[in-house]
């Protein structure tokens, strides 16, 4: 009897949640516990239910996901804080936070929010940072270092990120643990290195644009002065007009070299001049075909 209560109940409160009746993240939070724990392992038609409904859920608008990204903390404050003697301590809280991170992925709505728009990792992010830093040296730290790299973040320079680079900053002179550190370095790098990346890109097109401009400056300027002959190269009133080199002289005074013709490109013969060709063959042969017709 009080299973059956429990059911109905939860199914009642999911539906008045799935219809905008009630925004929670608090009964939410509750959901998601009631969902998880071992005591309700039995019941199919509850665990169907919520599974249901939260997947629904999430995906039905942006605003349910940040109600969904509100009840990540207190949820997981609970498992964290359950006792032993509780059933909750059983739950294995890296699946639920694997769970939170995919139901406010941006890619799962249905009708997805526009592209300047931040995105609910964005916030979730912040908030787990947040609550790094209230504790540094409790054990939770390194599943929520974990969850950091589970996010899709933003990596482009703005007023979030510079936030974020400042609490990941103050993470890494906080936090002792070699696994978490390693975790907020790679993110930290992520994001400084993109707008380090940025800046490169940026000064490299000046500097390509500057480049372009001393180059056709510099193409004016040459085709402004007179082209002076090359070194080893002969003039042309020299060569035209001029007196013959020593080696023109002696060349043609007594060189026993051969003068050897230059050759000339072969032709080939135009298409016209092969038709012409082939025709005069062709009268030729009809000719002298008729001339042994006649002889015979």
């Known amino acids: 009897m009080i299973c059956e209560l429990r059911t109905e109940t939860a199914e009642g409160l999911a539906k008045l949640m799935y219809c905008g009746r009630i925004h929670s993240a608090k009964l939410l939070s509750r959901l998601?516990?009631?969902?998880?724990?071992?005591?309700?392992?039995?019941?199919q038609k509850l665990r169907h239910c919520l599974g249901v409904f939260l997947q629904l859920y999430a995906r039905g608008s942006r605003a349910n996901q940040e109600c969904v990204e509100q009840s990540f903390l207190p949820t997981m404050?609970?498992?964290?804080?359950?006792?032993?003697?509780?059933?909750?301590?059983?739950?294995?809280?890296?699946?639920?936070?694997?769970?939170?991170?995919?139901?406010?992925?941006?890619?799962v709505l249905v009708q997805p929010s526009p592209a300047e728009e931040a995105s609910v990792h964005e916030s979730l992010v912040l908030r787990v940072c947040n609550e790094i830093l209230r504790d540094v040296f409790a054990p939770e730290v390194r599943l929520y270092c974990k969850t950091l790299s589970w996010l899709e973040i933003n990596t482009d320079p703005g007023s979030a990120n510079t936030e974020l680079k400042l609490l990941l900053k103050e993470i890494l002179q906080e936090v002792k643990d070699k696994n978490c550190r390693k975790v907020i370095e790679k993110l930290y790098n992520q994001i400084n290195g993109n707008d380090s990346s940025k800046s490169a890109s940026n000064q490299e097109a000046s500097v390509l644009n500057f480049d372009d401009n001393n180059g056709a400056e510099a193409m004016t300027k040459d085709e402004t002065k007179p082209k002076r002959p090359k070194r080893g190269q002969k003039k042309a009133s020299t060569a035209k007009n001029?007196?013959?080199?020593?080696?023109?002289?002696?060349?043609?005074?007594?060189?026993?070299?051969?003068?050897?013709?230059?050759?000339?490109?072969?032709?080939?013969?135009?298409?016209?001049?092969?038709?012409?060709?082939?025709?005069?063959?062709?009268?030729?042969?009809?000719?002298?075909?008729?001339?042994?017709?006649?002889?015979?």
């Open 32 to 43: 998601v516990l009631l969902w998880y724990n071992p005591v309700t392992e039995d019941d």
């Open 77 to 107: 404050r609970t498992l964290f804080n359950a006792p032993v003697t509780s059933p909750l301590s059983e739950v294995d809280t890296s699946n639920v936070a694997e769970l939170f991170v995919e139901l406010t992925r941006a890619s």
């Open 242 to 296: 001029g007196r013959k080199t020593n080696k023109e002289e002696l060349s043609s005074d007594g060189s026993d070299e051969e003068n050897i013709p230059e050759e000339r490109p072969s032709q080939r013969p135009s298409r016209r001049t092969k038709m012409i060709a082939l025709d005069k063959t062709r009268q030729d042969l009809t000719a002298f075909m008729n001339q042994e017709a006649n002889s015979s």
